[in-house]
Structures are given as structure tokens and as C-alpha cells.
């Protein structure tokens, strides 16, 4: 039977999540010796490790049936290629930054500008799009020392916290995309692959479900619960168990992650009170 074959990165922020997610997974990578692939010992996927930069292609080709990386680096890349699941982590954006004493009216700012990046397809089509002539420096990494060394005017970086820009006297004013990490794959997986991956899907789907929500449970008196119901909506509807207490009940729902505290807030002034909440490990919808 084939294996469907897994590229992660290498070394780089990506790796560890990415191997974290296959575990969480339930799949057991065996420790072999060599350090560019490893066979799963119970699920037929092999792990191809490579730099970021490299994996549309090899999934393009075939070389790797899926994987695991940026959705910059994908719209940069720009192969033929399928991105088929977010992944929601390594969240980052694409922005462009200039010199903090700068003033900054407007796009056209960069009108006959040079401007340093690793990304010059993302930039380029932005440029175009917003009818932006500016000359495109291509470097391959500490993009953010540009302006300072007097290489270009502005900078087209990865930005996650913003401190880099803060540190090199550069202020972000406009994001291109917004990216996180995303599964690519080849367009042409044969049936057998098809199934391994619609298999890992499955599963990687109850892992991060189980991330997006909690387990909550509460007491709450009977005449309250029909307002409780309705502030819990959960996966089908809440789970009611009586207390010995006379004319109380322990309700048991699911409630997403984001929507958390605020509905808490909402759950104590309805009544609610001893609330638990419980993070779950899988969730099957
Ligand atoms: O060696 P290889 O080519 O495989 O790795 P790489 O060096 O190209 O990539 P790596 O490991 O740095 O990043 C992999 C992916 O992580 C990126 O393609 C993004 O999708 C994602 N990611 C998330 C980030 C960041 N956050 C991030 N902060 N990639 C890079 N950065 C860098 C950015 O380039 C800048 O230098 O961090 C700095 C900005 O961070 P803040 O927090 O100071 O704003
Ligand atoms: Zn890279």
C-alpha cells in the first residue's frame, strides 16, 4: 500500500507545530537516523523535511503528495498547487513599512520608490493592482535593515509582533495579506492517497475543533434555564442533570473559545453559578 507522503519544514518556525499537529493526531513517527524523511509507524504517511521556500514545488511535482507551510510562501510560489485546509497557526501578515518619521498620506507614498522584500511576486501584483510604479529590491532575509543601510526607501516584510520594525525606525502602514499556516496538495492524488488524506483531515478537523471550543458546565436553578439554553446554544443542545438539591439542575454545554468570556459574563447574570470549564481533546461534529 502507498504512503501519502507529508512535507514539513525542516528547521524554522513552522516545524515544531507542524509535527505537534501530526501527533495530536494520534500518528507515531519512529526516531530513524536519517534526517530527511521518516515513515509514521501507525498511519501510512512518510515526512519529508525541507526549507519552506521549497515545498510548492515539490508538492507541484509530486515529490510530496501534501504539505505543510505559509500561505505567503504559497501565493509567492505561486505553483499549481491546492490549498486545502487552515491550519491557524504561525499567524503573521505581509505589510509594508517605512522610515517612522515618514509621513505617510497614502499608497502613492511609494510612487517611484525602491522598495526591499523577499516577496517580490505578492509585491509586484500589489503594486500593479494599486497602479504603484516603484522599483522592487529583492533580498532574501534581514529585509527590515534596508532603509538604514540605504539599500531602499521601504521595506514588504513578514510582521507578527512588530518589534523588528520597531527596532530598525520602521512603521508599518499597510498590510498586503494576511497569512497563516495552511496543508497544499498536488491536484492529482490518485484514490488510495485521496483516502489517507480524507482520513488525517478528519482527524486534524477534531483536533482543532477541539481547540476552538471548551467543555463548560454549570449549576443553575430550573427557572433559569430555558435563558441559559438560549446564551448556550452548544454542539445540539445542552445537557441537563438533575441536582440534589431540589429545583436545581448541573447543565452541560460546548462553547466556542472566542466567544468565551462574553458569554460567562452573560451566564452569571443569568443565574449561573459553580462554572467549569473543561478544555476538550478531540471533538467529532
Ligand atoms: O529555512 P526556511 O526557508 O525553511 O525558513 P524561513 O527562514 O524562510 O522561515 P521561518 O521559519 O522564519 O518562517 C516560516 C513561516 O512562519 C513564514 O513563512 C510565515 O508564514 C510564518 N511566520 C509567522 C513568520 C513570522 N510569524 C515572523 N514573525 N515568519 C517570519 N517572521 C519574521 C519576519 O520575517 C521578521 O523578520 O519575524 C520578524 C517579524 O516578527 P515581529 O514579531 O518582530 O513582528
Ligand atoms: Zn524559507
Known amino acids: 500500500m502507498s504512503e501519502l507522503k507529508i512535507a514539513i519544514q525542516k ?7 507542524s509535527k505537534k499537529l501530526l501527533e495530536e493526531c494520534g500518528i507515531k513517527f519512529s526516531n530513524g537516523i536519517s534526517v530527511l524523511k521518516t515513515t509514521a ?9 525541507l526549507r519552506d521556500d521549497d515545498i510548492p514545488q515539490y508538492v507541484e511535482q509530486q515529490v510530496a503528495d501534501i504539505g505543510i507551510l ?21 499567524q503573521c501578515r505581509l505589510s509594508l513599512a517605512i522610515p517612522k518619521e515618514d509621513k505617510y498620506e497614502g499608497l502613492g507614498y511609494f510612487m517611484n520608490k525602491k522598495i526591499a522584500t523577499s516577496y517580490p511576486h505578492i509585491l509586484n501584483s500589489f503594486l500593479k493592482k494599486n497602479k504603484i510604479i516603484a522599483e522592487i529590491e529583492e533580498i532574501s532575509g534581514s529585509v527590515e535593515i534596508a532603509p538604514g543601510i540605504g539599500l531602499a526607501n521601504a521595506v514588504c516584510d513578514i510582521v507578527s509582533s512588530g518589534s523588528t520594525l520597531l527596532t530598525n525606525g520602521l512603521h508599518e502602514v499597510e498590510t498586503i495579506l494576511k497569512s497563516q499556516a495552511v496543508i497544499i496538495g498536488n491536484k492529482n492524488l490518485g484514490p488510495e492517497k485521496q483516502e489517507i488524506l480524507n482520513r488525517l ?10 481547540k476552538e471550543n471548551k467543555y463548560i458546565l454549570l449549576n443553575t436553578p430550573e427557572s433559569a434555564i430555558t435563558k441559559i439554553c438560549n446564551i448556550l446554544p452548544g454542539m445540539k443542545s445542552p445537557t441537563i ?3 440534589v438539591e431540589k429545583g436545581w439542575v448541573s447543565l452541560h ?14 451566564l452569571k447574570a443569568a443565574g449561573a453559578e459553580g462554572i467549569l470549564v ?7 461534529l
Do not use: C
Request: no cysteine; glycine share 4%.
Open 278 to 284: 473543561i478544555p476538550i481533546e478531540k471533538m467529532i
Open 70 to 90: 505559509g500561505e505567503n510562501v504559497v501565493f509567492e510560489k505561486n505553483k499549481d498547487v491546492t490549498v486545502i485546509e487552515q491550519l491557524g497557526f504561525a
Open 253 to 266: 454545554s460546548v462553547v466556542k473559545e472566542d466567544e468565551f468570556w462574553e458569554r460567562i459574563d452573560q
Open 241 to 243: 442533570v438533575p441536582l
Open 41 to 49: 509507524r501507525n498511519f501510512p504517511v512518510e515526512l519529508l523535511f
Open 201 to 210: 483531515l478528519f482527524r486534524i478537523r477534531a483536533v482543532k475543533n477541539a
Open 11 to 17: 528547521n524554522g518556525r513552522l516545524s515544531e507545530n
